[in-house]
């Protein structure tokens, strides 16, 4: 009688700290966002696609130089250019395959130019992998959204989220 009595208040304590788990969770602020109707606030300096900037004329701070392609680990940018009049590079081509690209940040950090920045654009998937790779136009577009400044080498860009 004494050992049922005893499995009996084990239980009970057993299910009294298993309920009591659940309603310290219960009143818990809550954690999870119901994405897509609600988005987390996403700090500067997330790394989402990198985006070409605009300086305040609009016109692409890219000089052509090459060094975010050659820094990049997986080679998903491809720069083409031509020598204007003034022998300076002129910038023909943009492309960064987001396929492929690994959000590492190191082209933004090799660019002297702050030409480049990690934006807080993700949500990328597309049925069609052409879709995904990201010319020169496209890739101004989003960077001409910039509402912070560059921060931890990433900007907002703000706004619906962008394809
Ligand atoms: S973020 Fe990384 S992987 Fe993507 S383009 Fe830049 S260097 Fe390449
Ligand atoms: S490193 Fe900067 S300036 Fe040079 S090609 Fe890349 S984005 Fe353009």
């Given at each position: 009688m004494l050992r049922y009595l005893r499995e009996v208040a084990s239980t009970l304590k057993g299910a009294a700290i298993g309920m009591g788990v659940t309603f310290k969770n219960m009143v818990r602020p809550t954690v999870t966002v119901q994405y897509p109707e609600e988005r987390l606030d996403l700090p500067v300096g997330f790394r989402g696609l990198p985006v070409l900037l605009s300086d305040v004329d609009g016109n692409?701070?890219?000089?052509?130089?090459?060094l975010c392609a050659k820094a990049c680990p997986v080679n998903c940018i491809e720069i083409q250019s031509h020598r204007g009049p003034s022998r300076a590079k002129v910038l023909d081509a943009f492309n960064i395959d987001a396929t492929w690209c690994?959000?590492?940040?190191l082209c933004v950090e090799a660019c002297p130019f702050d030409a480049l920045a990690m934006s807080d654009v993700y949500e990328l998937a597309d049925v069609d992998l052409a879709n995904l790779v990201y010319d020169k136009e496209r890739l101004a577009e989003i960077g001409r959204r910039q509402v912070t400044a560059t921060i931890n080498f990433g900007i907002k860009t703000g706004g619906e989220p962008t394809r």
């Open positions: 692409l701070k890219c000089v052509a130089c090459e690994m959000y590492c940040g």
